[in-house]
């Protein structure tokens, strides 16, 4: 079955780049999401891409895509403390089903 | 972006009663929504998938009869916790996709509390 998997934590200096990683184990998905969610609250779509992309790039936010490897990354520029979260990968399999990461906390301290 | 509305957002109420949680799509028609439950510091797991007029799919492990799902229009869905317990007590999140879209946009969010 689908299987997605994140680090729990992650911390960073605010003006540093963060770079959250995902692995998955079916490559069958065809698209792949990264959501952030605040305390108490829902999820935020940040980006997504194709599955058959490398690689996209929206402002402060890259996605990298390495098929191969079944990984998935998102790297954040200049990250601020609003960007503290939870980040979420996710997965859409056969059409309709997301299929959610584990979850990272990004903490950033001035 | 989309937007999809959710209420309520936090509800309290006792245990045995029911509670009726409505998802709606207010810019977009949503032929598919999901509905996920996430508790503390954990992932979304997802509950069940409903199509406009016809049944949701459950996944496996969720308790169609606990869970009652609605999908009536193409702008609503509902999620009924039946007969509620202590251990229903979660964060419920709904998501829709429009038809032949690749975005799925969340709710913000039911906290249910069960006494």
């Known amino acids: 079955g689908e299987d997605v998997e994140q680090s729990l934590f992650l911390s960073v200096r605010e003006g540093d780049s963060s770079v959250i990683n995902c692995t998955y184990t079916?490559?069958?998905?065809?698209?792949l999401y990264w959501y952030k969610q605040e305390p108490g609250a829902g999820l935020q779509l940040l980006t997504y891409?194709?599955?058959?992309?490398d690689m996209k790039q929206d402002q402060r936010l890259t996605v990298l895509l390495n098929k191969k490897d079944k990984h998935l990354s998102l790297r954040i520029a200049d990250t601020q403390t609003g960007d503290s979260a939870i980040y979420f990968c996710a997965g859409l399999y056969n059409t309709d089903k997301l299929i959610f990461g584990t979850g990272t906390r990004l903490q950033v301290f001035p | 972006g989309a937007v999809v509305s959710q209420h309520p957002s936090r509800v309290i109420c006792k245990s045995g009663t029911s509670v009726k949680i409505e998802c709606r799509s207010l810019d977009f028609q949503a032929t598919t929504m999901f509905w996920y439950r996430q508790f503390p510091k954990q992932s979304l797991m997802l509950m069940a998938t409903?199509?406009?007029?016809?049944?949701?799919?459950?996944e496996q492990g969720v308790e169609k009869d606990k869970f009652l799902i609605n999908h009536a229009s193409l702008t609503l869905s509902t999620l009924t916790v039946t007969s509620a317990h202590p251990e229903d007590s979660s964060f419920y999140i709904c998501?829709?996709?429009?038809?032949?879209?690749?975005?799925?946009?969340f709710g913000s969010g039911t906290q249910l509390s069960v006494l």
């Open positions: 079916d490559s069958s998905s065809t698209y």
């Open positions: 998501s829709a996709r429009q038809a032949g879209g690749e975005k799925l946009f």
């Open positions: 409903s199509n406009e007029g016809s049944k949701a799919t459950y």
């Open positions: 891409i194709f599955s058959n992309m």
